[in-house]
């Protein structure tokens, strides 16, 4: 199992209750968009994979506004899972499965872990190499079913270009902790997803500089 070093930076999460559920801000504060988003895009029932799930706030969050979905709440890191579980136990929810260790950048994931009417993955693509986030698509793409949807969250770079001094300085720290990481471009976020035979249907303006791709595979 690979499980990327991620730099001190990046480490903006604190245990805050003694069941062990870790906080995390950026979490919070962008819950309630991702969760209008999917409110409005996903389909409304059959089975959810979300992949690096992280601290579980999310999970919690998106299950109860989308009661009609299973959710399936993953994450590389076994640490995460406890959390996970924990914040599922609070949500007032009963359609959060136990969380679920999975490498998304491991080869065959999606034999075992599809068919799936919505996979999600928030803010990993810039944490991991291009290699990592191609075959992470390509799984992505072939764990879906017919009609099934994909969203990607994230911070992208929009035609190669780096669009606010924020991005510029985050993108260059993370890749001076491993020059293997960094911002994707859109543009080849987009390329991978259909070449995976994938569809298109919005690229969504998130709150600050994020973007959420919506793809779908063909119902037929
Ligand atoms: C920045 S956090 C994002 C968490 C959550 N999705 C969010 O948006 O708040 C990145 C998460 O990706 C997970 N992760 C890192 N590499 C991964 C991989 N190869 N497969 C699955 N999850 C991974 C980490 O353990 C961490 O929980």
Redesign the pocket.
Known sequence: M???D?PNF?A??AETTDDGRLF?P??ER??GP?ADLLARVAPETGRAL??????G??AATFAARLPGLHWQP????P??LASIDAYAAQSGTNTIAPALQ?????HGWAATHGPRDLIL????LH??SET?ART?IAEAAACLAPAGCFIA??PFKRGGVLISEGDVSFDTRLREHDPEVGYKDDKRIIDWATKDGLILVETAEMPANNLAFVFERPAG
């Open positions: 690979h499980k990327r991620f990046l903006s999460t995390a950026s979490a962008n819950a991702i979300e992949i690096a799930a992280g601290t706030q999310h993953t994450d590389v890191d640490t995460r999975l490498d998304a950048t491991s993955v928030c803010n990993l944490l991991i990592e992470l969250y994230g």
